[in-house]
């Protein structure tokens, strides 16, 4: 269970197995065993054991601002084999398999969005919507091509060239869809300080995805600041920003879903900012609802993918919350980056890359 603390002047306690969580209306108890995360909102409190309850019951607390981004969080320390897969993630940046693993990344994340357009495309007839959406489609099997093509044995020698392409494939991606859009909503470029509907829909559950790829990775004992396609940067986690490439759609499949039916609405605005919109907390459960549908979508495996049994749309195993969806962490294994395809048509990716030993 995600537990989501955003009214005003709510508080956090615990009492005895439980989180006690208090506002305006009273208060509620929530057994620790059934939370997996909590997410706080600015102007709302924690106790220190409530935190400890959360360290002791590897619950992750998050820290969001009003825009739904994280900005911190709260976590047991890491241990045991930790500083092995630290130090081998480092070396991927100077490794042909990190320039394979980034191009894999890329690669995905555009063969995802290609998949969402034909699949928009089946259901539309006017000729200048069918002609809009292979200009893209095909503007963007360019560029794939290109860098399945590319090669190179360190990042560094290859990182502008496949930023490029990545980028040009973006717009076409993001032309398509600003078409596709009511007329009122759409946009002229993708922007992180969006002041249209689509866009700040997208940052909010970006934001989401962040949090929750950035767990995963410190739970595989990865260190989501270590980059490999991304550059170092100071409190930026890089690698976040590398494996979040893959997953995107998840998000920006229910961006459009959600602007098109026009679940997201002007009236949903409670303040226009610098920084982007700020949503009302009713649209804010909206938007995390819809989230955790997807996220919690069951998928069944193709029976040539080699794996049995049904997963989420990130690989969870249904019966065993330990098969973590950033992949799957086997000891002297040397670099495989593969993806499992879904019946749905989601993407799996299976990775055992952090011992990086041949």
């Known amino acids: 269970m995600i537990v989501v603390v955003q009214e005003y002047g709510a508080s956090i306690g615990k009492r005895s197995n439980c989180l006690v969580i208090k506002n305006g209306d009273g208060e509620k108890e929530i057994s620790s065993d059934q939370v997996t995360e909590l997410h706080v909102f600015p102007a709302c409190s924690i106790s220190s054991d409530a935190i400890r309850l959360c360290m002791d019951k590897d619950i992750w607390v998050v820290f969001l601002n009003k825009y739904g981004e994280p900005t911190g969080e709260v976590a047991p320390f890491a241990g045991g084999s930790a500083p092995i897969y630290k130090r081998n993630q480092l070396l991927l940046t100077h490794r042909r398999e990190g320039v394979e693993l980034a191009k894999d990344f890329l690669s995905r994340k555009i063969e995802n969005r290609i998949r969402q357009l034909k699949k928009i495309r089946r259901n539309k007839r006017k000729a200048e919507t069918l002609l809009v959406i292979d200009e893209s ?34 717009k076409a991606y993001f032309e398509a869809v600003s078409y596709l859009l009511p007329e009122e909503m759409q946009f002229t470029k993708r922007q992180r300080n969006a002041d249209d509907i689509y866009n700040s829909v997208l940052n909010y559950l970006y934001g989401i995805l962040y949090a929750k790829i950035k767990k995963m990775a410190y739970k595989c004992r990865l260190d989501p600041y270590i980059g490999i396609m991304h550059v170092d940067s100071y409190n930026k986690p890089t690698f976040v920003y590398d494996f979040i490439e893959g997953q995107r759609i998840v998000c920006e499949e229910l961006a459009l879903g959600i602007r098109s039916h026009s679940e997201i609405t002007w009236d949903d605005v409670e303040e226009r900012t610098p920084q982007g919109l700020r949503f009302s907390e009713a649209a804010k459960k909206r938007l995390i609802s819809e989230f955790y549908t997807a996220l919690n979508e069951t998928c069944y495996f193709k029976k040539e993918t080699g794996y049995s049994g049904t997963a989420d749309v990130f690989g969870n195993a249904r019966s065993s919350t330990e098969n973590w969806w950033i992949g799957y962490r086997n000891a002297g294994c040397r670099i495989r980056a593969g993806w499992k395809e879904t019946k749905h048509g989601k993407n799996i990716y299976h990775s055992n890359f952090a011992t990086g030993k041949r």
């Open 137 to 170: 489609i095909e503007k963007m099997e360019e560029q794939l091509t290109k860098i399945r093509k590319l090669c190179g044995t360190d990042m560094d020698t290859v990182r502008a060239t496949l930023q490029g392409f990545e980028g040009n494939a973006g």
